[in-house]
């Protein structure tokens, strides 16, 4: 039986690492895809177009359509919404997974930089996560379920991450707080928090072979996580089996977390 057959599901941030992997997993579990993309990037465009050929390839008959626009406009995220009511006719479930992390030293931080992180990041869930409750609420009795990508960095401090975990940890408090608020419309709104997983926003961090080995050293499951280990949890928060579960968040660590020390 396939968790997702039939569901619409929306993914920002689609192109690549996990949004790709949530994407990819969900058509494997019957579902049609809204893949919203950055726009401003020719390789990104590339990496979408991509995906959607691969979906459509895929034997399970799915659909997808591309959205491309910067996640931090408030417009975007209504044409996100607008777009895929247009092609399917409502959506069921929302990854909101769009984030960026450029390194940065607190004391030299520029403004712009600590502004762009926050848009992203936060702004952006809250525009789509609003825009696509929306039309969930509008699709009553049927509700639907919204996932926040945050990071284990929400429960934990970063030298060089002093403008995104204050990101994440809003993530986290924003899909508790929408759970009450979208309670009574069968909405669902969790958070999964991954631990290190090795994409291309931690690329050159991971470069650093020390660093690598003690990040495994300190994992429980001795190994770095990967896209594919985030993408099944998604699918679980999407599916009816997690029809009693909001407000929640699930850490996705391989026991990073338990073993800070």
Not at 18 to 35: D, F, H, N, T, Y
Not at 60 to 86: M, N, R, W, Y
Not at 163 to 188: D, F
Not at 208 to 214: C, G, I, L, N, V
Request: hydrophobic share 40%.
């Amino acid at each position: 039986m396939s968790l997702l057959q039939g569901k619409i599901v929306c993914v920002t941030g689609a192109s690549r690492g996990i949004g790709r992997a949530a994407v990819l997993e969900s058509v494997k579990q019957g579902a049609s895809g809204i893949i919203a993309h950055y726009y401003g990037d020719e390789e990104t465009t590339k990496e979408a177009q991509s995906l959607r050929l691969e979906v459509e390839k895929s034997l399970t008959g799915c659909k997808a359509i591309l959205v491309p626009g910067d996640i931090a406009k408030h417009e975007t995220c209504i044409q996100i919404v607008s777009q895929g009511v247009e092609a399917f006719g409502r959506i069921d479930v929302l990854v909101s997974n769009a984030g960026i992390c450029p390194w940065a030293d607190f004391l030299d931080m520029s403004i712009d930089v600590w502004e762009r992180t926050r848009q992203v990041n936060l702004d952006g869930a809250f525009y789509v996560i609003q825009a696509v409750a929306n039309q969930m609420k509008r699709q009553q009795p049927q509700g639907g379920s919204i996932i926040a990508i945050s990071s284990i960095s929400a429960l934990v401090g970063g030298g060089l991450q002093c403008h995104y975990t204050p990101t994440k940890a809003g993530l986290l408090s924003l899909m508790q707080s929408c759970a009450i608020a979208l309670g009574p419309y069968n909405i669902r709104t969790n958070a999964i928090l991954p631990g290190t997983i090795a994409t291309d926003i931690n690329k050159d961090d991971l470069a650093d072979e020390a660093k690598r080995q003690s990040t495994i050293s300190r994992t429980c499951l001795k190994r770095l996580g990967t896209p594919e280990d985030v993408a099944g949890p998604v699918v679980f928060l999407a599916s009816d089996l997690a029809r009693y579960v909001t407000g929640a968040s699930l850490l996705v660590d391989g026991g990073l977390f338990v073993n800070l020390q």
